[in-house]
């Protein structure tokens, strides 16, 4: 083989190499941003629904573990205080299900849908408990359907952080 025909075989060797490597390169960086990027939005959604859940739980039990069962026997400051920050959570926790329904398979956009739905449920039941007149006594059905929704929210949430970790 002549030094010419040498010379040009090993510079368009050099060059399909130096292609493929940045290919490579390029293609690794992506994937890695993209589970960067799940991360984030997983991350994102268990410390919003988390603090949701904690204070949802917590409202729940000053409307409905008063000392008289069922009527309401509470500070409404701070069932109006925690109720506010429930909201304000809420829009982020919203958020967060988006991004996690764009970054996500299915297993893990199910749960965190599900879960956002029983947060609305569970808000808007709260607040309307709220808005009663104190002497109204709230029926031991509702009381039953507000804890099975709180233990189908902490299943989701505990659903969807197992299937979270198989993604990332």
């Given at each position: 083989m002549d030094q010419g025909l040498a010379a040009i075989l090993g510079a368009l060797a050099g060059a399909v190499a130096t292609g493929l490597g940045a290919y490579v390169a390029a293609k690794a960086?992506?994937?890695l941003s993209k589970r960067?990027?799940?991360?984030?939005?997983?991350?994102?959604y268990l410390l919003d629904l988390a603090q949701v859940r904690w204070r949802?739980?917590?409202?729940?039990q000053l409307i409905v573990g008063s000392p008289i069962?069922?009527?309401?026997?509470?500070?409404s400051g701070t069932v109006d205080e925690r109720l506010s920050e429930i909201e304000s959570l809420s829009t982020s926790l919203e958020r967060n299900t988006v991004a996690v329904g764009l970054e996500g398979p299915s297993t893990?956009?199910?749960?965190?849908?599900?879960?956002?739905?029983?947060v609305i449920y569970l808000r808007s039941t709260l607040n309307q408990w709220r808005a009663m007149d104190q002497a109204t006594r709230i029926s031991e059905e509702e009381i039953q359907y507000t804890n099975e929704l709180?233990?189908?929210?902490?299943r989701a949430s505990a659903m969807l952080e197992k299937e979270a970790r198989k993604h990332l």
């Open positions: 960086t992506s994937r960067q990027a799940r991360r984030e939005a997983y991350k994102n949802l739980d917590e409202v729940h069962a069922g009527t309401f026997q509470f500070s893990v956009a199910e749960p965190a849908h599900f879960a956002m739905v029983n709180i233990q189908d929210l902490i």
